[in-house]
Structures are given as C-alpha cells and as structure tokens.
C-alpha cells in the first residue's frame, strides 16, 4: 500500500516538473496606437485556452504560455479593435491597439431596431451594464432611482417585495393606467422585478411621442426597452454575483410612550373638568392602569412587531459559445425577510438565451426565463399598534400572550404571529419565452419574427383565525383563490438599410397581434372548526360559502410604418405612423392612427465648428407625435350582470342586476400630443457631456370614470371626457472630473421638473367630490387651510366662529365670517414635486472604488397617516404633538378634549387640516465602497476577475419631517427600511 503511494506522488511529482517545464513566460506593454499611453485593464487570452491576464495602470502584462507550438494572443479592450498577435520566440512583447469608432459611437435600442447615439433624433435615455451594477437591488427599476431624467421612481412600501411606483412624465390620464410600457428582448413584459439585473445588457428609456410613437397606444406613458445578455464565441465565461444584507426601521415615527399618554387622556379631562390633580386619577383610569403607572410599565407594542431583516440574492451566469451558436444561461435566488414576523419572500429565476446561426443568411434564436415566486403576507399590525394603550402588556401573569389585554377593546397586535392562527401565501410561477428567425433576404434587407409567450399560474391561501386582527374574534375565515393568465404577441418586423453616398435611408414596417387572457377563480367560507386544515378544506366552512370566478380577454392589432434619412450625418429626419386596433373600445371607434416626426441638426458636423476644438459634440433635436391610450378594464364597453341575494318569503332564489359600471357603445381613444426640443452637447472630448429636453403633452377624450347620479340606478361610467397638460424640463450630465492611470473621478446630475394639470373636465368648473380642479394636478390635497390654533386672548374671535380657544382656527377663505365647505376649502397641494433631482458620484484608486448616490424630491405634500392618530379623548393611545394647553399655547395641534371624539375632530372642527404636511426631502440613496483585485492574483485563484464591496442603501434622509422617510407617501405601514449589505463578484 505504502509503495503505491509512493509511486503515485513521485509520478505527480514527476508531472507537475514536466507540465513547468513546458510553460514559459512572455512580458508586454500594450498602448494606445495614437497617443502611445499605457492601456490598463486590457484583457489578454492565449487564443484557445482559458490562460489570461489583465495589464495593470501602466499597460504592463506579464502571463505564463505554452512552450513550443505556435502560440498567439489575443488583446480585446473596450473601444479599441481586438488583435491577434502570433508570439513565436519573442519574450517581450509591445502592442499597439488601434480606436474603435464603431465601438466608440454608442449604440441605442430604439422600438424594433438599433441606431447609433449620434444619430438618435428622439428623447431617450440610455443606461449601460455597469450602471445596473452600482445599486444591487431586487428590482431594477429600483436601481435606476434618481438617475433618469424625467422618470419619476418611488418605493410603494417596505414590506417584502414590494414594488415601485414609475411614472414618465408626469401623470397623464385621470382613471386609466399612467405606468410606462415595460419591452423586454422585443416583447411585453409587465414582471420587470422578474428580471435580475446582472441579466441585463442595457436599458434605454423612451419618452417623446417620436421614440415611443412605434408602439402606438402601448407607448403613450412612455417606453422602457430591456435587453438582456447574449452569449458570445470563445472560451466560456462563468460569472458569480453574490450579496447578504440586513435591513433596519430607522425612519419610524413613534407614537406616545406611557408617561405622554397619561399626561395627555388627563389633560382630556382636566378640559371637561373631570380631572384636576392625580388624586383624580382614579376617575379616568382603570386599576390596573394606575397600578402600571406606578411600576412604570410602558409597552412600546411596535418594537415587539419590528425586526431586523435580511435581504440576499445569489446568481451565477454561463455565457459562451462559437461563431454560429452562442449561449447565455444564468440562475438566480433572492430572498427577503420583512420588517415583521411572516413577511417573506423567496424568489427563483433560471433564464437561457440562444442564439444560433444557420446560415449566412438565416438567424434564430431563445430568450426565456422562468420565474417561481414563494410569499407570506403580514397583515399590517401598525395601526393597531399605534393605537393600543401603553399601560398594557402583551402576556398576562402567567407569560401566556392576552388576546385583549385587560379585557380591554383592542386585540393584541402580536396575536396574527400564533402559530397557525394566520396565513396569507402567495406562490407564483412565470414563463417568459421569445423565440424569433431573422432571414436576411438582401445584404440591406431583412426579415424578421418575434413569438412571445407568457404564462403566469398563481395561486393565494388566506387563512384568518377567530383571534387575529382582521377576524377580532369573530369566526375564522378561509379564502382560496387562483389566476391563470396567458399573454402572446406575434411580430413580423421588415428592416431595410441603404447607404447611397452622402445619403442613408432605414425604413422598418412592423406587424403585430397582442392577446391578453386571464381566468380567475376565488372560494372562500367561514368558521372553519379545525385551525390546522387552513385554507384547503373549504368544504368543511359552514357559513357563507361562496364561489366566483371570472374572464378577461382582449386583443390588439396594430400596423406600424417608420422611416429613418440620414445625411452626412448632420441632418436627420424621423417619420413613423402607427395604427392599432384595440377589442376594448367601442365598435367604430376600435382604430386611431398614430403619427410623429423628428428632426435632428448635428451642428457639431458643420464647417463652422471644426475651429471650436473645446466643443466636441452638439446636436439639436425637435420632434412632435401623437400617442393613445385604451388602458381601462375591458368590456368597459359593457353593461355587466351580477348577482344578488333575494328571496321569496322564507325561501332563497338567484337575482341578477347590471354592474355599478354601465357600458359606454361609443368609448373610443385617449389621445396624447407631444412637442418635444431637446440639446445634446458635450466639451474637452467628451470630459462634460449632457442633454437637455424642454417638452409639452396634451392630452384629450381622457378615459375618465364619470359619477353618476343614484336615480340612474348605475354608479359610474367611462366616458371619453377631460383634458390634461404636463410641460416639463430635463437636464442630464455628466463630467469625468479627473482620469489618469490610478485616479478616476467621475460626476452625474439629473434634475427634472414636470407641471402637471387639468384643463378641462366633464362638468363646467372643477369636480369636487373626485378632488379634480382645473388648474392642478391630478392627485391634490383639497381641504380648510390650518392657521393656527384659536389663542386664549382670541376667544370672542372664536366664538363668532363657533369654537374656543385650543381649536384649531382655519382661513376664512371669503370672509363672509362663516367657515363652510362649498366656500373656505381650497387645494392646498399636490402629491407631484415641483422638481426632482439626483446628484452621483464615482471615485476609483488603483483597485478601490466609492460610489455615493443622493436623490431628491422637492415641493410635494403628504396626507401624514401619523398626525391621524391623535386622539383629542386620550383613550387610543395618540401620535406625539405639541399640543395646546393653557400653560403651552402652541399653534401645532388643539387642546385634548375627552369630550370630543377624534371622528368630531375630524369631521366637524376642521381635524383633516392636521394631515398635510410638506414632503420635500433628500437623501443619500446609496453608498458603496468596493476593492477589485489585481488581475494576477485574480488569475492565481483561478479567476478572470473578483471584487468585494459593502454598501449602503436609504442611509440618511433630510426631511421636514421628523423620523419618517417621505418617500413612502405619507403612509406609515411597512416603512422602508435602511440595508447594509456585503457582496461579491466573480468572474472566471
């Protein structure tokens, strides 16, 4: 045994000197071919191997060969023309690598085709892979917050996987949907949080009518146009993308802790005069209460339901290939624990890309993924929590938790996280497939089909104990509902390209037929006796079971023509028409046209400019089009029937009767123009580069719900009614501050300003049971205008007004010396910014890298959900105020009054006014410090690349106000928490 192992380690031994011997090493420099600089960063491979290295900040390389044969490199670096050097005996080794104007002249997505940045004519935005990278994130759009001009990007809420809220250029339509149209590879997409970002090439974002107008109706809120990574020929490449964070409430606005609640519910009552001294404290609490008053219990119930959470996501990507077939695979998980017990997610994705070349003339190829979604949902315990009384404690004497502490009126908040007594699981699985053939039939000449499909399966349990929040002790509830939904396009796309001397002419035609289909169903019944079958034995509930289910379907046809003139590349001219046909309008009015033209002067490409050498790019843009919108619910067209509960006598029977909504037979389109001029410049080559986009969308035969009166007998009609205008403003640049070998300083702004308004209705005048007003957004805040608090030196003032001093005193709009709805309410502010902002900064140092990302929205207003829990009686536990007093006469919040009930307070002295409250704020969005290795020690351990980072996401914010992060909207569920994450990139 032993001599066999002996002889084995002598034979390693013996191969391992072999395999040294017959390596040798080669050193080189590579430079720039024009300025003769050092390249560092440039990748060199041993053609047909996997041996690589990575020339440092002086171009210098050095790398380990085969010995003898004929070995030849190969040198590839972004911009530059890849080369191939044959090596035979040298040792060292000089290359110089020659520009790439091509790679050097960005290229741009654009509806079914490509062109270069240059010659773009429209407003878009383009975002590149390692932009994507900066701010790892579950969904993508996330990631870009701050950093597109003009794209408008909030988080809805903080709870696990939540979504955001995305709106190009402000809100156009009143009841239909404003959100952009998401393309992915060249087909409908709506999942984008399906789609990892280290799956994503690029992303440009289309805004004017003359970019989006291509897609027709489907562009009318603009176009985001995903491209996700294709394989590529040579050696396979494995990439690893890999991160773990935690999650913190730190922007949370506590509610009062024991010692205010006391001081305010006998303060209540010292205004009624049933409380003067805590000798009187036996009169308004119970014995229990001043028992804990005395031991100092104070329960802060919301840091009982608050946790630390976790976010991680782990992908790794496969990305090879040979000339004709190239293949892209990757895998990815991501998970999340919320804020609270019970919301978590965990989501699995594979995605596989292939592109195979039959021919020299015919093309086809794959992109698919496959998403599986596993989700438990929390039913916010917030508002409950925000309102317990302090005095309480969860568990009773024996530690067992109380369903109502103390008898009292409030369930216990922690009481949905028993075990069994609450379920919400969502589970979820998604295929997105594209398949296209391109057949090249002339040189300048091609054909191509696009075969999308979708299919989504999902499925919803909800099981609610006897004792949980939503059931407060009434019989258990179980609900158990499925949707099957199927989505396919079909897309035939005929691209024509023709350079005649100083002359290019691209013309594209396109056909296309969407389908959208969903089936629903829903069962649901109640008192389920036994806790453990949850929310699968529904035919054991025997109270009012019940069954729905439903049917959506419809189509859209479109025909869509565009052409593109290019000449000298200093004159460009755009001309598209569209034409859809959508099955959720009215006959007769199925089909409008679309039409835009741009224009574009490439001045920089004029005689006049060669002298001007510090101006390196300057372009002037004008485009005008037209978009439309049917985004309401089908058969809006439609008097629906529903059913109703009747019966003859004793006994039960079916009855029907129309829908709320009662169908319009003549519903057509919502309409959208848009002027659009746009700058784009940039100065000491290329060092300050930005764009400027001035633009004017009007909007007519708005798709608005109508109210109508209760003797029609229906409560509300679609209608084409209503106009709406959005004018605007975008700025976007960036500087590369400091570029040398080891330093790189790199600077971008955005800042946006959009004036969204109504300018026409359904009724003369302004709509004031919808809060619509010509003149102002479409979200405002319509209310009395607080001024104060009535002071005790105002006391005949107040009492013309039927108050008294601690009131809350509004403006008297008219001053007709009454405050009445119809005359002293006024809009007092809008949920849209009156500009928006970002500021980005990039510090590289040898391997180090810095990235600070702050983000801002200023001038809107929030409804603050927090100032809603003051309770004027004391007895729900209240948000902390600087309220009055005769000892504090503050002007912030009334005096507690255990005579009046916060429904009072709010209904009939003015209490709404408390709500609003300015919401501009700043923050510093994300921060990431990061550390790339050398490229050799990188290749010692195998790797072609790996860098570390440690970031942070919602670090700080700058508010007016106090312990709460705006950006949520005024609501104070689920808050958005702050991540510390630590990650890792690999590549090999």
Do not use: C
């Not at 046909?581 to 006959?587: D, F």
């Amino acid at each position: 045994m032993r001599k066999g192992l002996l002889l084995s380690a002598v034979a390693l031994s013996t191969a391992m000197s072999a395999m040294a011997q017959q390596t040798r090493q080669v050193q080189g420099r590579v430079i720039d071919g024009t300025t003769s600089e050092g390249l560092p960063g440039v990748t060199v491979i041993v053609k047909n191997s996997t041996l690589g290295a990575t020339t440092d900040g002086d171009g210098n390389f050095t790398l380990s060969i085969p010995e003898g044969g004929d070995v030849a490199l190969t040198f590839s670096y972004i911009g530059y023309v890849p080369q191939t050097v044959s090596v035979g005996s040298q040792t060292k080794l000089k290359i110089a690598l020659k520009s790439d104007q091509k790679a050097l002249d960005e290229v741009v997505v654009i509806g079914y085709g490509q062109v270069k940045k240059s010659d773009v004519t429209g407003a878009i935005v383009s975002v590149k892979e390692e932009d994507l990278k900066k701010v790892p994130s579950a969904n993508v759009m996330e990631t870009l917050q701050g950093r597109l001009p003009g794209v408008d990007i909030t988080r809805s809420s903080g709870s696990a996987g939540s979504g955001v809220n995305i709106a190009v250029r402000g809100n156009r339509s009143i009841t239909a949907q404003n959100g952009p149209l998401f393309i992915v590879d060249g087909v409908q997409y709506n999942s984008i949080q399906d789609i990892n970002p280290n799956d994503i090439q690029s992303m440009e974002v289309l805004k004017d009518a003359a970019s989006t107008a291509i897609y027709g109706s489907r562009g009318a809120n603009g176009v985001i146009i995903v491209t996700t990574k294709k394989g590529a020929a040579g050696q396979p490449r494995v990439t690893i993308n890999s991160y773990y964070g935690i999650t913190d409430a730190v922007y949370y606005p506590r509610v009062s802790n024991a010692q205010e609640y006391v001081a305010q519910k006998r303060e209540a009552n010292r205004t009624t005069g049933n409380w003067n001294s805590p000798a009187d404290d036996s009169k308004i609490f119970t014995p229990l209460e001043i028992q804990n008053i005395a031991d100092g219990v104070s329960t802060n119930w919301i840091n009982k339901l608050l946790r630390q959470g976790v976010q991680q996501e782990h992908q790794i990507g496969l990305s090879g290939g040979s000339d004709k077939t190239k293949i892209y695979a990757s895998f990815d998980y991501f998970n999340e624990q919320g804020l609270f017990r019970m919301d978590d997610l965990n989501r699995y994705s594979i995605r596989f890309n292939l592109d195979q070349e039959i021919n020299s003339k015919i093309r086809v190829g794959l992109q698919s993924q496959l998403t599986y979604f596993n989700q438990d949902r929390r039913r916010d315990p917030t508002n409950q929590a925000n309102k317990i009384n302090p005095l309480l404690t969860p568990y009773d004497e024996n530690g067992n938790l109380a369903v109502f502490p103390n008898a009292g009126n409030f369930i216990n908040p922690l009481i949905d996280e028993q075990p069994g007594n609450y379920q919400n699981n969502v589970r979820t699985t998604r295929t997105f497939t594209t398949a296209y053939a391109s057949y090249q039939i002339l040189p300048s000449l091609n054909l191509r089909s696009n075969l999308g499909l979708t299919l989504s399966n999902s499925r919803t349990g909800i099981y609610q104990g006897s004792n949980t929040l939503d059931r407060n002790g009434s019989v258990a509830q179980s609900a158990y509902g499925t949707e099957f939904l199927t989505n396919w396009s079909w897309e035939n796309i005929l691209n024509y390209n023709k350079t005649f001397g100083d002359h290019t002419i691209s013309a594209t035609g396109v056909t296309s037929l969407l389908t959208f289909n969903t089936e629903n169903s829903n069962a649901q019944g109640r008192n389920q006796l036994l806790d453990y079958q949850g929310y699968y034995a529904l035919a054991n509930a025997n109270q009012q079971v019940g069954i729905n289910s439903g049917y959506v379907n419809s189509k859209l046809i479109s025909f869509t023509g565009r052409v593109q003139y290019n000449f000298k590349s200093r004159y460009l001219l755009t001309l598209t028409g569209r034409s859809d046909g959508s099955s959720v309008l009215a006959p007769g009015n199925k089909w409008a046209f679309f039409p835009s033209a741009a224009v574009a002067w490439r001045i920089i490409e004029e005689d006049f400019m060669k002298g001007l050498t510090p101006i390196t790019d300057l372009k002037l843009r004008a485009s005008y089009g037209r978009a439309g919108n049917y985004d309401i619910p089908a058969y809006s067209t439609q008097s629906l029937l529903v059913r109703i509960p009747f019966a003859f006598g004793e006994t039960s029977a079916p009855a029907y009767t129309f829908a709320n909504r009662i169908g319009n037979r003549e519903l057509g389109w919502e309409l959208s123009n848009t002027l659009n001029f746009g700058l784009d410049f940039a100065f000491l080559e290329n060092r300050v580069a930005g764009s400027v986009d001035v633009y004017d969308t009007r909007t007519s035969d708005l798709l608005l719900n109508r109210v109508l009166p209760a003797t029609s007998g229906y409560s509300v009609v679609t209608e084409n009614a209503g106009k709406t205008r959005n004018r605007g403003i975008e700025v976007g640049l960036n500087a590369r501050v400091v570029e040398t070998d080891n330093f790189r300083w790199n600077v971008g702004a955005t800042w946006f300003k959009n004036k969204e308004e109504i300018t026409a209705l359904t009724v003369s005048g302004n709509d004031v049971s919808n809060r619509w007003f010509i003149g102002s957004p479409v979200n405002v805040f319509y209310d009395y205008e607080k001024i104060g608090i009535w002071q005790t030196g105002e006391a005949d003032a107040a009492k013309a007004y039927g108050q008294k001093p601690g009131q809350i005193k509004v403006r008297d709009l008219n001053g007709d010396g009454r405050i009445t709805a119809a005359d002293d309410r006024k809009v007092l502010g809008s949920t849209v910014p009156k500009w928006s902002g970002s500021l980005n900064t990039d510090v590289s140092y040898k391997g180090f890298d810095l990235s600070l990302q702050f983000f801002a929205r200023i001038g809107q207003m929030l409804n603050y959900e927090y100032n809603g829990f003051f309770d004027p009686q004391g007895i729900e536990n209240s948000s902390r105020q600087n309220y009055w007093t005769p000892e504090n006469p503050s002007n912030d919040f009334p005096r507690p009054d255990a005579s009046l009930s916060k429904s009072t307070l709010q209904n009939s002295l003015y209490g709404t006014s408390l709500l609003y409250e300015n919401g501009s704020y700043a923050k510093l969005r994300a921060a990431t410090l990061g550390y790339t290795f050398p490229a050799g020690l990188a290749s010692r351990l195998h790797m072609s690349s790996l860098r570390v980072y440690v970031q942070g996401k919602n670090l700080y914010t700058w508010s007016h106000i106090d312990n709460y992060d705006p950006e949520r909207g005024g609501a104070i569920t689920t808050p958005i928490p702050r991540v510390l994450t630590a990650g890792i990139n690999l590549g090999f």
